[in-house]
T-cell receptor
């Protein structure tokens, strides 16, 4: 089966611009998660979709971040306007069942650099 | 708050056994997971401990002691390809809280 695909793999944008990251989960996986790793820090949870609904968005840092999952398939994460501290690697993960005991399948991430 | 502590770096030689420790302070604990990440790649799920004790998967084993808030990942018969970062992660209902990761360097 195809893995979790993220696009683009790298993005360099100027402060104040908008960037949209895309994640295609494994087909049939209802659960989709966004995480990010800022340089030197831990990988941190952003939000969790079950199908098209936001199950938990407690990790979203502020209202400059908007995640959507229309139709319960792929998801987008938009940052508008981007700030310097948004630089980092954004990971998407998916799982068939809810619960960390089943393990999540992660994508390779999008490396975002805001200059 | 929730935090997990693990060593930043561990070195070992091919064929050896290495243990990566993880201590945690959390609330609402579900279980401890381990992920492997090769440089620039996707974190890959290795194991999960929901109960105290040892879980074995091939050359990798993971241990959990809830009373000690402590777990470890044991890698046996190390191979060069095991050089990677290893993350322990506390699992909630829908989220994972990660440690900062341990870089394992395997030398010939």
């Amino acid at each position: 089966e195809a893995g979790v695909t993220q696009f683009p793999s790298h993005s360099v944008i100027e402060k104040g611009q908008t960037v949209t990251l895309r994640c295609d989960p494994i087909s049939g996986h209802d659960n989709l998660y966004w995480y990010r790793r800022v340089m030197g820090k831990e990988i941190k949870f952003l939000l969790h979709f079950v199908k098209e609904s936001k199950q938990d968005e407690s990790g979203m840092p502020n209202n400059r971040f908007l995640a959507e999952r229309t139709g319960g398939t792929y998801s987008t994460l938009k940052v508008q306007p981007a700030e310097l501290e948004d630089s980092g690697v954004y990971f998407c993960a998916s799982s068939q069942a809810t619960g960390s005991n089943y393990g999540y399948t992660f994508g390779s991430g999008t490396r975002l650099t805001v200059v | 708050g929730q935090s997990l502590e693990q060593p930043s770096e561990v070195t070992a030689v091919e064929g050896a056994i290495v243990q990566i420790n993880c201590t945690y302070q959390t609330s609402g604990f579900y279980g401890l997971s381990w992920y492997q990440q090769h440089d620039g790649g996707a974190p890959t799920f290795l194991s999960y401990n929901g109960l105290d004790g040892l879980e074995e998967t091939g050359r990798f084993s993971s241990f959990l002691s809830r009373s000690d808030s402590y777990g470890y990942l044991l890698l046996q018969e190390l191979q060069m390809k095991d050089s990677a970062s290893y993350f322990c992660a506390w699992g909630g209902y829908s989220t994972l809280t990660f440690g900062k990761g341990t870089m394992l360097l395997v030398s010939p």
